[in-house]
């Protein structure tokens, strides 16, 4: 098993962990809103049942407490639907980061390992190419004379632009 594929089993494990809990949390969540609602309606029962033990729908509106019943149900499922929804997306943020670490962390290993020894240093390359001349490559005299001018000219430049206070851009005009 390579290096990549050993970073997403473990990306994997710690994704699924999370999701568990996430999961858990949820349920929780939904439980603990369930338990309130059944209080409620066991309230809303003994408040008012006859005496037969029925709750009957002329009692209820009578009272008004069907709708008073209905919103806070409403009120918890809301509730419930925001909590499930921030816990959901705190997990993909959680799973995004998770994810994006991992394996640019996985991709960067693998790729030193690949590149090892495939791209020379900066002190290899100065002295291959210090060790390494080109062999008949000579310029004439006409060549030398021409480049000597041509650096005496671009150093006169320099110095009387210097001496004149320009800037670069006027020292690069008389150049």
């Known amino acids: 098993m390579d290096q990549l594929e050993r970073a997403a089993l473990e990306i ?6 999370k999701e568990r ?4 949390k949820i349920l929780r969540q939904y439980k603990q809103i369930t338990d309130e609602i059944m209080k409620e309606l066991a309230a809303l029962y003994e408040k008012t049942g006859n005496e ?5 729908y002329a009692e209820l509106s009578r009272f008004y407490e069907l709708q008073r019943f209905e919103r806070r149900v409403m009120a918890q499922v ?12 705190k997990l993909l943020e959680e799973s995004y980061d998770l994810s994006y ?8 290993k693998d790729a030193q390992i690949l590149l090892s020894g495939a791209v020379p240093s900066i002190a290899n390359l100065l ?9 008949g490559l000579r310029m004439t005299d006409a060549q030398k004379s ?30």
């Open 21 to 24: 809990a996430a999961y858990k």
């Open 52 to 56: 037969e033990g029925k709750l009957t």
């Open 78 to 89: 809301a509730l419930l639907g925001k909590s499930n929804l921030d816990e959901i997306k």
């Open 101 to 108: 670490s991992f394996m640019s962390y996985a991709i960067e």
């Open 12 to 17: 994997q494990k710690k994704l699924n962990k």
């Open 146 to 175: 021409d480049q000597a001018l041509t650096v005496r000219g671009i150093n006169e430049a320099i110095n009387d632009g210097i001496k004149a206070g320009d800037t670069y851009g006027g020292i690069a005009k008389r150049i």
């Open 127 to 135: 002295i291959t190419s210090s060790n390494n001349p080109i062999y």
